[in-house]
């Protein structure tokens, strides 16, 4: 595949700790939410087995966070998401799917609440500032939108435990998984909450001090040897075999919740408001065509940049390849597809065309064990 220069400028926004990733070595980036992200360092086999051994930081400062506070605060949050969060307590990070008024998915972000009427929104790659700020146009809603001036450090691994008590003391032991707390480095205070977006656990620092934020990661990094960290990146491979969607690529605008597998976050028998409820009642009623699953394909490489048809061995179209990367773990591609239906069964075999050559592989559940 041939590389391209990204041309950076100020509306492709560079973050707080670009310039130390450069100085590591970092090898490409993607572009997410109009920011820099960075995608490998050695490659992502390398990347995948140390992953899964030790423990890494990411720069994932593109997972913006839309701040939402005022006495109609909760009201918006709850107009944007299919989940009941009635009864979300403070200190909650919340996985949430975002709906429009058919239904369909705008987003599929964390959400934390903060304070009563203070939350935020820890989004994945789609403009879901404007549309908060639509509905509370639209509805005459007392509330002040914006982006947080806030960069992620991502601490992920089976070494992130150690090395986050390291850093910030022995208490952070007690943080439980999707909580939040603050927790102190240099007398300075950080909201972490025990997330990411790894199967590996671990840790998201929230930094609102560019500079002390700084003297952070450096400070991970002066320590790092003992617990061989690595600066790296959110791994394809492990994200997908872990079942980790990510919008955009796997599921978009034209996709619902229940094809998306995120019946648990969907409330329709509470009396919850929110848009779209009675077109996902809808689709619950009539169910669903094709649901997103896991495959796995016979072959060791794939460059995918659109989706990919996929038949049955009858030559019936049944679906379509929407993420796909050589796993470590099975040697194979593994990949992320929206297939109808009838064809949604564990080792039901498929034929897919790569590189003008016909395929064989198989669909599994997710994530792919």
Known sequence: ??????????????????????????????????MLLPTTFSTPEDEYNHLKKYVQIWDVSVQREIEISGKDSSKLIQLMTCRDLSKAQKGGCYYAPLVDGDGKMINDPLIYKLEEDKWRVCIADSDVMLFAKGISSAKNLSVNIFEANVDTLAVQGPKSLEIMKKVFGEQIKDLKFFKFDFFKFDNKKYLISRSGYSKQGGYEIHIENKDAGLKLYDYFFEIGNDFNLKPGTPNHPERIEGGLLSYGNDMDIGDNPYECGFDQYVNLESDITFLGKESLKKIKSEGIKRKLMGVKINIKSINLINEIPIFSTSKKKIGELRSAALSPKFEKIVGIAMINKEFCKPFQKFEIKINNNLIEGEICNLPIL
């Open 1 to 34: 595949m041939k590389k391209i220069i990204i041309s950076k400028s100020r509306r492709l926004r560079s973050t707080p700790f670009t310039s130390r990733i450069e100085e590591q070595g970092v090898k490409s980036y993607t572009v997410y939410n109009h």
